[in-house]
């Protein structure tokens, strides 16, 4: 059975927009917050540098038992014992990235649209919660495909069992849209890494998710 997580203040990592605060004490501040789950994503960082971040973010975060999660790199979530991954529609099947971590590791998988959830169907067997989005436009992605808006979420939402948590371009205005379309929480890179105080940001967004 994999670990315990709330994915209910989802915070993505994004070096870029935290600046000169750096992405470690974003994380630290963020989780001061509320944040419940952080998934480390640098697509650009090597190896090494994934090593050195995601131990890092596990000083602040084990004691606190706040799931880490690593983005696409299943070799780096092992090397670091993060507690999962999450996983892209180009990315490692999730079958394969089961069988490598256990199940007592969490693995996470992007659906945005109906198609890449019919694809995904052999899948979702292996996989403990879904991303569904981007739900807004947002620039932190590149390639990340056309917004679905809160009805796009519900739609995919509804024809999967699992957990679900919406992304992509998401501020605390959106918690109640999209509680109501059936998010188990908001993922949100910008809001949080972007704001001036990322533990105001967290503890804004935790606020308006509790209703």
Known sequence: ????????????????????????????????????????????????????????????????????IINDRVDVALAVDADGVHLGQDDMPAKEARALLGRERIVGLSVGTMEELRASEDSLPYVDYVGIGPVRGTATKPGAGQAIGAEGFRAVRERIALPAVAIGGLRSSDAAELLAAGASGLAVVSAICAAPDAAAAARALAQALRG
């Open 1 to 68: 059975m994999a670990r315990s997580f709330d994915l209910s203040v989802y915070l993505v990592t994004d070096r870029r927009l935290c600046g000169d605060r750096g992405m470690i004490e974003t994380v630290r501040q963020a989780v001061a917050g509320g944040v419940t789950l952080v998934q480390l994503r640098d697509p650009d960082a090597s190896t090494r540098e994934l090593m050195g971040d995601a131990n890092a973010l596990q000083d602040i975060l084990r004691p606190k038992a706040i799931p880490l």
